[in-house]
């Protein structure tokens, strides 16, 4: 059985304690796995339910699967990307 991959786009800038992640602007796609990712993608291996950040738009199966598993399950993500939430520093 083939492992389902998840990708999501962010909308709020966040910081992962990974390997390869660390600072992640809003409006970049982070995955789960380098098999699901393009060029410019952030490759986050250990992203989960309980990994997941506030804001990710889910853009896939399983990426909309691990969102209803994770805390932000049922919180709105906002469609834009405001000033505030875009903040790299």
């Known amino acids: 059985m083939e492992?389902?991959?998840?990708?999501?786009?962010?909308?709020?800038a966040f910081?992962?304690?990974?390997?390869?992640v660390g600072r992640v602007k809003a409006g970049r796609t982070i995955c789960d796995?380098?098999?699901?990712?393009?060029?410019?993608?952030?490759?986050w291996?250990?992203?989960?339910?309980?990994?997941?950040?506030?804001?990710?738009?889910p853009l896939d199966?399983?990426?909309?699967?691990?969102?209803s598993g994770s805390r932000w399950a049922g919180v709105?993500?906002?469609a834009t990307i405001l000033s505030s939430d875009s903040v790299d520093g």
């Open 45 to 57: 291996p250990g992203l989960n339910s309980q990994s997941l950040p506030a804001g990710c738009i």
């Open 3 to 12: 492992n389902a991959m998840a990708g999501f786009k962010t909308t709020q």
């Open 15 to 20: 910081y992962a304690d990974a390997v390869g």
């Open 76 to 78: 709105p993500v906002s």
């Open 33 to 43: 796995s380098q098999a699901s990712a393009l060029a410019g993608d952030v490759v």
């Open 61 to 67: 199966s399983s990426a909309t699967a691990m969102l």
